[in-house]
Structures are given as structure tokens and as C-alpha cells.
């Protein structure tokens, strides 16, 4: 099973939920996850253990977001699209990508969890520089790797039946 995999079954992303998180209020919204979690974390300077409430509350924001909006009406959209690329990323081992899709993806993977260690780093000593730093990491290289998702999607959306459907529009 692979990272990402595992990642998707902690959060129990079923169809519904995929559907849903292919909102783009959903994909955008999810950008608000990573300071979150930094503020509350570094809120145990201010706050000591009544920090584990806002701890909490961006964790449940975390696992909550995707299920929180609607289907959107269109998914003929970048952040819709971004949301099926990862599905179908996801779903590799049973559809093979093509060459050209395997290596930017783990690449970009590698570099947001580099990035995440800086933030979880600067968050533990309490420095500045490294969480922003490393927040800015995780940004660039997440955004970018959504923009492969589009790709990836485009390039694969009539390699399975099930991956065609996941597009429609208002008309549909």
C-alpha cells in the first residue's frame, strides 16, 4: 500500500467523500490546514495544555473539510480536476500512469515532506524562519503537484470508465 493510500483510508475517504472534496471550496479551504496546525501547536506557549483544544479543532478541521461541502455542480474545473488526478494517482497500482506521470508527483512528495520537517522543526524550537520556510515548501510543492494531478487526470480520464465519470458538468 502506498503513503498516499494510507493516508486516504485514515481519513475514510469513501466515493461520497471524494465527490465532495472535488468542490473547489473544498481544495481551497484545505490550504488553510497547514497554518492551522502550526498556530495551534504553537499555541502551547500561550495557552499550555488548553492548547490541546485548538490542537483538536484543527485536527477535526482537518478531517472534516473534505466532507463539508457539496458536490460541486461542474467538475470541468482545475481544483475539481486536481482532486480526480489524485484519485487516479491513487489508484496506480491497479491502472498503471504513464512514464511521463510517475516521477514529478514522488518528487514533489518528497520535497513537501522535506518542507514539513522544517515546520514541525521551527514549531518544536519555537523559531520563526523554519515554519515559515517550510511552509512556503509544502505550499509550492502541493500546488504544483496539483497541477500535475490536472494533467495526470487529462491524460488518463478515458483509461477507465469509472475515471470518465467522475467529470460532468451543470448540464450533465
Known amino acids: 500500500m502506498t503513503i498516499e493510500r494510507t493516508i ?7 466515493e461520497e ?7 473547489p471550496w473544498s481544495v481551497w479551504t484545505r490550504n488553510t490546514v497547514l497554518p492551522l496546525l502550526i498556530l495551534a501547536f504553537w499555541s502551547r ?8 483544544l485548538p490542537i483538536a479543532v484543527a485536527g477535526i478541521w482537518t478531517w472534516i473539510n473534505p466532507r463539508l461541502f457539496v458536490r460541486p455542480e461542474s467538475t470541468e474545473n482545475w481544483a475539481s480536476k486536481a482532486v480526480l488526478g489524485e484519485r487516479v494517482w491513487l489508484n496506480r497500482k491497479a491502472v498503471p500512469v504513464p512514464g511521463r506521470h510517475r516521477r514529478a508527483p514522488k518528487i514533489l512528495s518528497a520535497c513537501s515532506g522535506i518542507g514539513m520537517l522544517s515546520v514541525i522543526w521551527g514549531v518544536y524550537a519555537l523559531e520563526v524562519w523554519p515554519p515559515l ?25 478515458d483509461m477507465a470508465p ?11
Open 17 to 23: 467523500t471524494w465527490a465532495r472534496h472535488a468542490n
Open 45 to 52: 506557549v500561550w495557552l499550555g495544555l488548553w492548547s490541546l
Open 162 to 172: 469509472e475515471y470518465r465519470s467522475w467529470l460532468y458538468t451543470e448540464e450533465s
Open 8 to 14: 486516504a483510508s485514515a481519513f475514510q475517504m469513501d
Open 133 to 157: 520556510f517550510g511552509a512556503a515548501v509544502v505550499y509550492l510543492s502541493k500546488l504544483w503537484f496539483l497541477d500535475r494531478m490536472v494533467w495526470l487526470y487529462e491524460d488518463m480520464k
